[in-house]
Structures are given as structure tokens and as C-alpha cells.
């Protein structure tokens, strides 16, 4: 699949990273695609690189992988994503009574904010329940983490599923996008255990079945 990467920070260059050699040809959109930790960015992982609209302009899968607060004004000038499927690996994250936490959820998500920003597109919501590291790697876990996932389209869904395969993740599908609901707060369940209670970030989820 042809795949742009709308991002390079932690996520954005994990997932360069866990896609090398899977057979796709990756596109890195960046803000200065010559920065040099950008273009070493590339040069490692093989994939090529533009700025964001042109990398999402060629590419069937575009990924956002974006400060959530950054999200909005980034993908308004992505262009014309119609029919694009679109993957969102964000947590709507801000502080919350002093502490950090989603900023929306029980009625709306991340996920359904994204789509009202790309109606045309099809937006599916997966990616925001591990750290960075595991979406990189992750083949030394004595189990294959899972991967939740919603969207309203099937076939979207059958592509990223490929890409979470890829990826080295289960890929299971929580049904349709107002699902980003639960998967949200999901996401926020990792990010308590590692950040909060100290188990780390070197760890994932798994559906185990016996």
C-alpha cells in the first residue's frame, strides 16, 4: 500500500519504523522534510519523504500521527482526502483537573472529531493503545498484542487491519467509529500503567483464548 505517515515525532517514527520492509512504500510527511533528523529519519527506515498535503495526496492510507492539540489546523491543510482511508492514532489528551487525561468522550471521541474534520474520508480509529516502542517493534513479546480498531467502513478497516498485521499486532475489530469512545479511555488505561504506575512502556495488551 501506498502510506503516508503525517507526522515524526515518537509515533510517527515508530510506526517508519515498524512498516520497514513490510512492502509498502511509505511516505513521511513532514513540516521541514530537511531536517536532518528527518531526512536520518528516512534514510533509515527507506521511506520517502514531503511535506504533508503532497505525502497525503499520494497515498491510499494516510496516517495522523499528531499532538492532538496540533491535530486540527495539520489536517486542515492535508487537501482533498475524499474516499482516502484515514488512520487515527490519537488520544484526545489535555490536562483535566490538573492531571492528564481526554478532554472529550462519553457522547463524542477523538475518533468521530477527526471524521466531521474529513467527512469524504474514512476514518478508523486504532493505534492509541500501546506506546510508541511496541508499534516499532514488538516480536519479543511472548504473546501477539492486540490492537483494537473502529471505523464505519469495511473495507478501510480490511486495509488497516493488513497494516496492524504488519505491524506485528492481532488486529480486532470493536465495531463502528462512536466504538473510539471506548477505545479512547482504553488507551488511557496504558498510559496509567506505564506513565503512572510504573510498569514502563516496554508492554501491550494481548487476547489470550485457551
Known sequence: M?????????VGSALARGLKGKGHAVN???????????AALAAETGAALA?????AA??????????????????????????KTVIDCMNPLGMVGGALGLTVGHTTSG????????????????????GAEIMAKNDHLPH????FMAGDSDPAKAQVAQILTDLGFEALDA??????????PFGM???????VRGKGRMWAFAAVEG
Not at 465495531?175 to 479512547?184: M, P
Open 51 to 55: 511535506r504533508p498535503a503532497e505525502a
Open 58 to 83: 499520494g497515498a491510499e492510507v494516510v496516517i495522523l500521527a499528531l499532538p492532538w492539540g496540533a491535530a486540527e489546523a495539520a489536517v486542515a491543510v492535508l487537501g482533498d482526502l475524499a474516499g
Open 111 to 130: 475518533g468521530e472529531i477527526v471524521q466531521g474534520w474529513l467527512p469524504q474520508a474514512h476514518v478508523v480509529k486504532t493505534l492509541n493503545q500501546v
Open 144 to 147: 501477539r498484542p492486540v490492537m
Open 28 to 38: 513521511l510527511g513532514a513540516r521541514d522534510p530537511e531536517a536532518a533528523e528527518v
Open 2 to 10: 501506498r502510506i503516508a505517515i503525517i507526522g515524526t515525532g515518537n
Open 175 to 184: 465495531g463502528d467509529l462512536t466504538k473510539s469512545r471506548l477505545l479512547e
Open 189 to 195: 488505561v496504558w498510559i496509567n500503567q506505564a506513565l
